[in-house]
Every structure is written in C-alpha cells, then in structure tokens.
C-alpha cells in the first residue's frame, strides 16, 4: 500500500513486516525515530516483540546477539558514535555467523561532534564480515531491509545485513512509498530457521577459543561466503521482483545511462538522486554521462564495475567519506577493480564531498563533471571553505 | 562410575582452582536445563578451547563486558518463544569481567529486572591476562600492575564494594559465597534459580597462582578470608539480610601470612593496622561475630 | 562455507590432564568414609564420583594432584601418595 511517510517510519514499518521477536537499541540522531515508531508499535500490541531498552549501543548490539543465538530473529539500529561504539559486538556477530539486520542512519564521526549526513560511519567497518547495503531513497531502504533478512538468514550465508540510509535525508525525508502487504512479506522471507543455537535440548558450545590452529580458517569461511553473496543478491532480487513488481537488477549496482557514456560518477546512497538529476538534465542536452550507483559495498561486486566501465573513459568517484592518510575508501575499491585488466577508463578520479552533512547541490555534481575532462585527481575536496584552514594554529 | 557434573573434566584450570570448583557448583545446582552466557577470562579460556569443551549445557560466551547484556537477549528471545519459565538463563564472569569493565552491562540487566542470575566469580584480580589489579583487588595487594616497591605499598584503593551496589539496585535476592563453603554456594544458587527476576551472588575463588598459596589450600584460605572478617558472607532477600556467617574473629595476619601475594605487608605495622581496621569493620557492620 | 564455528559438549574428556599430575595423587582409603561427597564437591576437575559411603574414588586420568581432596576430608580418609613422575598411580 502506498503511504507518505517519513523515513524512519518507513523503516519501522519494513521490520514489522519482517516479525523480529526482540528488538534493542540505543538512541541517538538520526536514528530516534526508527526505535521510536517501532517502541510505540509493540506498545500498541501491533508488533509482537520484546523490546528491550538499553544502556548502551554496545549492550544493544549484545541483546540483539543473545537473542539471535537463542534462535529469534532481533533488530537494532544504530548510526555514527554508536556504531563504533557497538564496533566490538559487530565484528562478534559476525565472526558467530548471526544473522541479522541492522540499519545503519548514516552520520558522520566525532571529533568534532557532529550529526549529519556523511558515510564514515558504516564505511569505518567495512572489515567486519558484515554484508552493507546503500540505499538511495526510502522505497529502496524498505525493499533492502526486507531482502536483508532474506539474505542473512540464507544457510549458505549466515552473516549480518547492515543497511545504510543517509541520516536526516533518508530517515527524516517524507516520500511516497509502497508498504508491501504482510502476507506477501511472509511469502517472500520464511520464519527464521538457525543452523545452531542455544537450547537445552541440544547443548553446544558458542564463542569459543580459536588458536592459531584454528582461527584463520573461519575468516577464510567468511571470505569465501562473501562469493556466495555476490551471486545471491541477484537471485534474491529477481524473485523480490517476481513478489513484489519492483525491480532492482542484480541489486549489486545500478547503472544509469553508463551505456556509450563519455563520463560517469560513482556514488553510493543518497546523493545518487541528485546524480541522477543532473545526468538527466545534460543528457537532455545531448551529453554522453551517466552514473554508476553501488548498492553492494560489502561485498565489492569488482566484475559487475568492470563490466560496467571498462568502456567509459572518463570515471569519477564520489566518496561521502575518507580513510584518513590514503585515498578515498570507494575510489580505490573502483581502481581496483581495474588492476591488472586488459580495458581500464583513461581518468579516474576521486573526489570526497558531503562530509558532515555539506550539501551537494545540483551545481556540485555539475562541477564534477566538468572537472572530469581534466587530468586525473587522485583526491580532491569538493565545496572546501580555504577561509577556515589555516597552516599554523593561532587563534 | 562417572561424576554426572555438567561441567566435565579435562579443563585446563591450573591444579587447585578455586573458580572451577565454584563454576561446577553453580551450574550443578542450576541443572541441566540452564543457558549460560560467560564473560572473557579464566573461565572461559580453560573450558572452550576449541575442539574440546567442558559445558554439557548450552553455553556462549561473546566479549569481555558483555555477558549480562548477551544474556538479557537471551532472556528475552526465550520470552518471546514462551520458554522462560522452563530455562535457567546464567550470566558469569570474573571479577574483572563484572566490577569493571561489565559493570555497566550489569546495571542495565539489573536495571531492566531481567529473569538472570549473575555469578561473580572474584578472584580479586584479572588473574587470566597475569595477576593485573581489578576494582575487587583487595588494599595493598601485590599484583603486576600495583606492585610494592619504595614508592608503593601495593594496591593503594580498597576493594569496590560490589555487593552493595549490586543491592542498591533493589535486586530481589544479593548473595556472597565462598568455596569454604560448598553446599552453602549450591543452596545460595538454587535459592537465587528460584526466584523470579534479577539476581547476583559474589563467590570468593582463591587463585593458587596470583595469590602465591599451594594448590591443596584453597579451601583453607578462602576459610581465613571469611574468619578474618575480610570477606563477609551475607544474603539478601528484596533488601534485608537474611543471612550471614558468623565466626570467632581470627586476627588478619593469619589469612595474610600464607598467601605470597600479601608477604610484603608482614613487616609492615600500618599496612596490617588498615587491613585489620577493614575486617573489624564488616564484622561489626553486618554483626559476624558469633554472639552479636 | 563455515570454518570452525561451535564446539560439541563434553569433549574435553577427550583432554587427559592426569598427566599433569607431578608429586602426588590421592589414596582413597575407603575405611572411615561417611560419604559426605565434601571430596566430590570441592574437587576442580569434577573428576571424584561414588555412591555411598566407603565407594568414593577419583579419575586419575584427569587428576591433577592438587591434594583438595585429602585436605578437605573430615576423616582423613584421603592420603597425597607420592608418584612417578609420569602421572601413573604407584
């Protein structure tokens, strides 16, 4: 059913569909109103779930963990400061083989303190063995969580779902979204069967000390699980769009107006809207550009890139966060998927906008664009403000 | 013939552990149909090296601090199953595990009143990464981060008063214990299995290794910690003590004496003044001497 | 794929710890025994298993020696023997 609704409600309304038994989180902006809408569903009877109220992100990550092991489907979310503060816990879940679905609300990381948009949180834990997902506007956010499940709680899979929505734009915008009914969700994500968990009837033995014996082969299990995901995400999202009507591709990228492009961006989240805006509008007047959005940034899909680009000769990559001391953390995994291949883009650039929440405007992307015939930048600020750098501290 | 325990042996505790007798005692009075959830440390090291684990009861351990917090979803996940009534959730961990670094998943599982028993297993210091001092680290204790030198007698703080805290939180039921004591840890664990809601028992597990004692005399010194008065043995009920060992006051040196982590006090007048002070002043606080 | 991930219950028995044993390793004399369990209980192996009085003894592939035991019997009815060092009972 169609309704215009906020974000975060969105998302609330997503997991209800999905039926977790316990959910637990910590709150903090922009992800209030998501454990919000869904305290008042339970406290309404229209969710069945135990709702536990936290101290802390950590603790709510470590809930939401007991609960999975214990065999019921749990639900947290999160964003920035205690993402990183849950960092610990995640890297657990994910080492357990739990599944899980987490939403991340992007935000940017102290210090210094701030709580808009930008994408250094999720990409700060890009290492941890969980699967992260992009999503660009909020009917995306609502399919990506329902997947989410889909996908995490697949026996061949078994790794935790982080699904990234770009905090205050995605969870505080109001959009016109379709809430699939619950019966179709049920049809589409079966109750949740563990592999293992702990139960009285059948005793076993969780977390246990791995040494250097044992411990590098269930990190080279995760590894090779992630190869196992890159071809399930296509097949999960072509029987969403058999259930549902809507239809995401592979669900790996997408690809707007890449073909016989002259220059295209890669972006993630969000700002991929206002790509598509300014591509439409040059296309229009007869410009060869377009975008490559990713939606898959765990795991990488390096083939569905290549195949992608490798005819565009002008590339640029637009990061929403920085891996500090080297260059842009989307960028690289782009020029990596070039490595050693016979066809490349000539120019591949890298550029970091956006960071604590600085708008990127129509006129940003078009800037971009027109840097693009220049040579190639290896990393380069856009919208800077030199007024507030100087070299020397001095008040 | 075998010993039916659900903790079995072929663990690697060091030979007279104190805390492997406590953890058998607790799980044994617990039963079969209990879920444990186990803080990093000693414990958790010497029974799940992977292939081979001790627990014949479901177990997991998840982090350092986290154990109450792992174990309120647990708790919560077999409420919503509708099985919380037929299974004992335990959460468990050290003294480091619970006083510091988890203090604050404690608070909140306390908080919160989820159905959990939480066992503390206070050997006074974090003795799995080597003998480093902990919030529970007793007065002028020798351990390798608050060694005696010139400049120091020791651990300088006195011991964090976790049981009090614990029963700030208005828990129906606070217990301390002792290995000295066997049958009272297990009657203490079957008591807390019982009541419904948060609860906390404390057990004192002497350390053959970080106190410096022989293995065969574990028992012993637990014993002289609670007859010097300087680990009291009380329980709580929703508040008021129900309960408390009495004893005839030895003075402390005798419990100081025999354990090498307390040598370098011998000789000094103040150090043992100060300690004595300690214990005369739980056993007047919670009336241990036999007669009062 | 999965590497290791849980651990079966109750398989370190397959881990014989007697062999730690060094100095000494109980005698239970099974005279004066009044079947108090005091023995079973506060062995840390968990490895001293009888039914009444007088039918208590240990495991010593997993005995450790730690001597809790014969300190802890109220009739002295456990006695430290000295050993080889092996671990094996003399």
């Known amino acids: ?395 | 013939m075998e010993n039916k325990t659900l903790f079995k042996a072929g663990h690697t505790a060091c030979a007279g552990c104190g805390q492997v007798i406590a953890a058998r005692l607790v799980i044994d009075a617990a039963g079969s149909n209990t879920i444990v959830v186990n803080n990093t440390g000693c414990l958790e090291v010497l029974s799940t090296r992977y292939p081979e684990s001790a627990w014949s009861v479901p177990w997991i351990h998840s982090l350092f601090e986290n154990a109450a917090a792992v174990a309120s979803g647990v708790e919560a996940a077999l409420i919503y199953l509708g099985k919380k009534e037929a299974i004992n959730v335990i959460a468990q961990g050290g003294d480091g595990g619970t006083a510091d670094i988890g203090l604050q998943a404690l608070s909140g599982m306390l908080e919160r009143g989820h159905d959990i028993l939480y066992v503390c297993y206070d050997n006074e210091a974090y003795e799995n990464t080597g003998i480093q001092r902990s919030g529970l680290t007793p007065y002028a204790t020798n351990t390798t981060t608050t060694p005696p030198g010139t400049k120091s007698i020791g651990n300088i703080r006195p011991k964090k008063p976790l049981p009090e805290i614990v029963l700030a939180h208005g828990i129906p039921y606070v217990a301390t214990a002792s290995v000295a004591f066997v049958q009272d840890v297990q009657r203490k664990v079957e008591k807390a299995i019982s009541i419904k809601g948060p609860k906390y028992i404390q057990i004192h597990v002497p350390c053959p290794l970080g106190w410096r004692h022989e293995p065969n005399f574990t028992v012993e010194v637990a014993k002289l910690a609670v007859e010097t008065g300087l680990y009291p043995i009380i329980e709580y009920e929703n508040g008021a003590l129900i309960s408390r060992r009495q004893f005839t006051p030895k003075p402390v040196e005798e419990y100081l004496k025999v354990q090498g982590r307390f040598k370098h006090l011998l000789s000094n007048p103040e150090a043992l003044k100060e300690i004595q002070r300690i214990a005369d002043n739980n056993i007047q606080k919670y009336g241990l001497k036999v007669g009062s | 794929m999965f590497g290791p991930l849980i651990i079966k219950p109750s398989t370190s028995k397959g881990d014989k710890t007697g062999s730690w044993r060094v100095k000494s390793s109980p005698q239970f004399l099974r005279k004066n025994c009044i079947g108090c369990r005091m023995c079973m209980l506060v062995c840390p192996e968990g490895c001293i298993e009888g039914k009444e009085k007088n039918t208590y003894t240990c495991d010593y592939s997993y005995c450790k020696g730690c001597g809790l035991c014969a300190e802890v019997c109220p009739k002295a009815d456990i006695i430290m023997q000295e050993e080889e060092a092996e671990g094996k009972k003399k």
Request: aromatic share 8%.
């Open chain 1, 1 to 395: 059913m169609r309704e215009f609704l906020e974000g975060s409600r969105a998302v609330a309304e997503a997991v209800k569909l999905c039926k977790p038994g316990v959910i637990s989180a910590y709150p903090i902006t922009p992800q209030t109103h998501i454990v919000e809408e869904l305290a008042q569903m339970v406290a309404n009877g229209e969710l069945n779930a135990q709702f536990v109220n936290v101290e802390s992100e950590h603790s709510a990550a470590s809930v939401v963990l007991g609960a999975v092991a214990t065999g019921v489907r749990a639900f947290t979310a999160t964003s920035s400061q205690g993402l990183i503060y849950m960092a610990e816990v995640l890297f657990n879940i994910a080492g357990l083989r739990l599944p899980l679905v987490l939403t991340c609300a992007n935000r940017a990381l102290s210090a210094p303190i701030n709580i808009w948009n930008d994408q250094q949180d999720s990409i700060s834990l890009r290492d941890a063995g969980w699967i992260q997902l992009y999503a660009e506007n909020n009917q995306e956010v609502v399919d990506l969580h329902i997947m989410g499940y889909r996908l995490s709680e697949d026996k061949s899979i078994m790794l935790p779902v982080m699904v990234c929505m770009d905090g205050f734009i995605l969870t505080h915008g109001m959009e016109s979204v379709d809430i699939p009914e619950q019966d179709k969700v049920d049809k589409f994500l079966p109750p949740y069967q563990p592999l293992y968990k702990l139960d009285p009837a059948e005793p076993l033995t969780m977390g246990m000390l791995a040494d250097p014996d044992y411990y590098m082969e269930t990190r080279f299990a995760i590894q090779e699980t992630f190869k196992d995901v890159l071809k399930l995400i296509p097949k999960i999202n072509e029987e969403f769009r058999g259930q549902f009507g809507r239809d995401y591709k592979d669900g790996l990228v997408e690809e707007y107006y890449t073909k016989g492009a002259e220059k295209v961006i890669v972006a993630m989240g969000s700002v991929c809207g206002t790509i598509k805006e300014v591509v439409d509008e040059l296309r229009a007047k007869g410009k060869k550009v377009g975008l490559l959005k990713i939606i898959s940034y765990r795991p990488f899909p390096y083939t569905k890139v290549y195949e992608a680009l490798k005819d565009v000769p002008r590339v640029a990559v637009l990061d929403k966060a920085v891996s500090l001391g080297a260059y842009a953390p989307l960028a690289v995994e782009i020029k990596a998927a070039f490595s050693g291949k016979k066809k490349s883009p000539k120019v591949i650039s890298s550029f970091v906008a956006g960071l604590g929440g600085r708008d990127i405007t129509l006129e940003s992307i078009k800037e971009i664009f027109k840097k693009m015939t220049q040579k190639e930048v290896n990393l380069e600020f856009i919208d800077l403000k030199p007024e507030l750098l100087k070299e020397e501290y001095g008040e």
